[in-house]
C-alpha cells in the first residue's frame, strides 16, 4: 500500500527533478530525504514514474553513461547514486563499449574524493566489472607512473577491480594505510604516504597495523625491502618497534587479512 504522505512526497519529487536536472548547481534535491524509507509498492510507484530517459534525453540503459561524461551534470549523477530506491542501470556499455567503470576512470582520474566515495556506490548499486575494464585499467597505469595523486587513484581503481565486491571493498577502503603500506613495499617506494622512504612506513605500520602485523612483515620480506628498512634503522626504532609487535602482538583481524590476499596473492606463498 502507498502510504497518503509518500505519495505526496514521491509526487513532488518527480515533479521538481526535472528543473534539478536544468540547474544542478546544488548537490542536492529538497525533500530527497523523505524517500529514504519507502516500501516495496512506493518504490514501485517513484520508479514507474520517474522516466530517466526522457528527462535526460537519452537511452534509459545508458543514463548513468551518459551522465559520467557530462560534467557539468555530475551533481544530478551523485543525487542519483545517494538515492537507493531509484533504479539505476549500471552495466550497460556506451556506444564505444565502455563500462562505467572505464567512464571513471576517464573523468574522474583527478577527483580523489570522488572516487574514494562514490566508486564503491556503483559496487553497492550492483555494478560488476567485465574483462574489458582490466585492460583498461592496464593503458591507465601506463599514463599514472609519472603522477602520483594518479597512481594512488589507479591503486583503488585496480583494489575495486580485484575485489569486485562491494562488502570487500568497503572494508578494503576502510583499512586502506594497511593497503597502502604493503603497496609501498611492493613498489619499494611510499605509496599514499608523505614519509620520505620506506623506513617511515615500517615504523608506521608495525606500530598502528598491528592487526595486520604478519601479512605487514611478510610483505616487507616478499617484496625485498626488509634488509633496506633494517639497514635504513641507524637509531633502531623499528627493531624496537618490531620487537614490541612479537611481545603484544594483538590477534589478527582474520577479515581484513584475506581481502589483503586477494588484493596481493603473492602473500600467500
Same mark, same amino acid.
Given at each position: 500500500?502507498?502510504?497518503?504522505?509518500?505519495?505526496?512526497?514521491?509526487?513532488?519529487? !518527480?515533479?521538481?527533478?526535472?528543473?534539478?536536472?536544468?540547474?544542478?548547481?546544488?548537490?542536492?534535491?529538497?525533500?530527497?530525504?523523505?524517500?529514504?524509507?519507502?516500501?516495496?509498492?512506493?518504490?514501485?510507484?517513484?520508479?514507474?514514474?520517474?522516466?530517466?530517459?526522457?528527462?535526460?534525453?537519452?537511452?534509459?540503459?545508458?543514463?548513468?553513461?551518459?551522465?559520467?561524461?557530462?560534467?557539468?551534470?555530475?551533481?544530478?549523477?551523485?543525487?542519483?547514486?545517494?538515492?537507493?530506491?531509484?533504479?539505476?542501470?549500471?552495466?550497460?556499455?556506451?556506444?564505444?563499449?565502455?563500462?562505467?567503470?572505464? !567512464?571513471?576512470?576517464?573523468?574522474?582520474?583527478?577527483?580523489?574524493?570522488?572516487?574514494?566515495?562514490?566508486?564503491?556506490?556503483?559496487?553497492?548499486?550492483?555494478?560488476?566489472?567485465?574483462?574489458?575494464?582490466?585492460?583498461?585499467?592496464?593503458?591507465?597505469?601506463?599514463?599514472?607512473l609519472n603522477n602520483q595523486k594518479k597512481f594512488e587513484n589507479?591503486?583503488?581503481?585496480?583494489?575495486c577491480y580485484k575485489l569486485n565486491d562491494y562488502e570487500k571493498?568497503?572494508?578494503?577502503?576502510?583499512?586502506?594505510n594497511v593497503i597502502f603500506s604493503i603497496l609501498s613495499f611492493?613498489?619499494?617506494?611510499?605509496?599514499?604516504?608523505?614519509?620520505?622512504?620506506?623506513?617511515?612506513?615500517?615504523?608506521?605500520?608495525?606500530?598502528?597495523?598491528?592487526?595486520?602485523?604478519?601479512?605487514?612483515?611478510?610483505?616487507?620480506?616478499?617484496?625485498?625491502?626488509?634488509?633496506?628498512?633494517?639497514?635504513?634503522?641507524?637509531?633502531?626504532?623499528?627493531?624496537?618497534?618490531?620487537?614490541?609487535?612479537?611481545?603484544?602482538?594483538?590477534?589478527?583481524?582474520?577479515?581484513?587479512?584475506?581481502?589483503?590476499?586477494?588484493?596481493?596473492?603473492? !602473500?600467500?606463498?
Amino acid at each position: 500500500m502507498i502510504g497518503y504522505w509518500q505519495k505526496i512526497n514521491i509526487d513532488n519529487y !518527480l515533479k521538481i527533478l526535472p528543473d534539478y536536472y536544468k540547474d544542478c548547481s546544488k548537490p542536492y534535491v529538497n525533500g530527497q530525504n523523505s524517500l529514504e524509507n519507502l516500501n516495496q509498492e512506493e518504490i514501485d510507484y517513484l520508479n514507474t514514474n520517474l522516466h530517466l530517459d526522457k528527462i535526460i534525453g537519452v537511452d534509459k540503459n545508458l543514463v548513468v553513461n551518459y551522465l559520467l561524461q557530462n560534467k557539468a551534470k555530475h551533481n544530478f549523477l551523485l543525487h542519483l547514486f545517494a538515492m537507493s530506491n531509484v533504479k539505476l542501470v549500471l552495466n550497460s556499455l556506451d556506444d564505444t563499449q565502455k563500462s562505467i567503470f572505464q !567512464l571513471m576512470i576517464e573523468n574522474f582520474v583527478d577527483e580523489t574524493y570522488m572516487i574514494r566515495w562514490h566508486l564503491p556506490t556503483i559496487y553497492r548499486r550492483g555494478f560488476k566489472n567485465i574483462k574489458s575494464d582490466e585492460k583498461f585499467l592496464a593503458e591507465f597505469y601506463k599514463t599514472s607512473l609519472n603522477n602520483q595523486k594518479k597512481f594512488e587513484n589507479w591503486c583503488i581503481f585496480r583494489i575495486c577491480y580485484k575485489l569486485n565486491d562491494y562488502e570487500k571493498i568497503e572494508i578494503a577502503l576502510r583499512h586502506d594505510n594497511v593497503i597502502f603500506s604493503i603497496l609501498s613495499f611492493k613498489q619499494k617506494k611510499p605509496i599514499g604516504f608523505n614519509f620520505p622512504n620506506l623506513l617511515g612506513i615500517a615504523n608506521n605500520a608495525i606500530q598502528h597495523y598491528r592487526e595486520s602485523g604478519d601479512l605487514i612483515i611478510k610483505a616487507m620480506h616478499k617484496f625485498d625491502v626488509w634488509n633496506d628498512i633494517v639497514n635504513r634503522d641507524k637509531k633502531g626504532t623499528f627493531k624496537q618497534k618490531k620487537s614490541d609487535y612479537e611481545t603484544y602482538k594483538p590477534i589478527q583481524n582474520d577479515e581484513l587479512n584475506k581481502i589483503i590476499l586477494e588484493i596481493f596473492p603473492e !602473500l600467500n606463498d
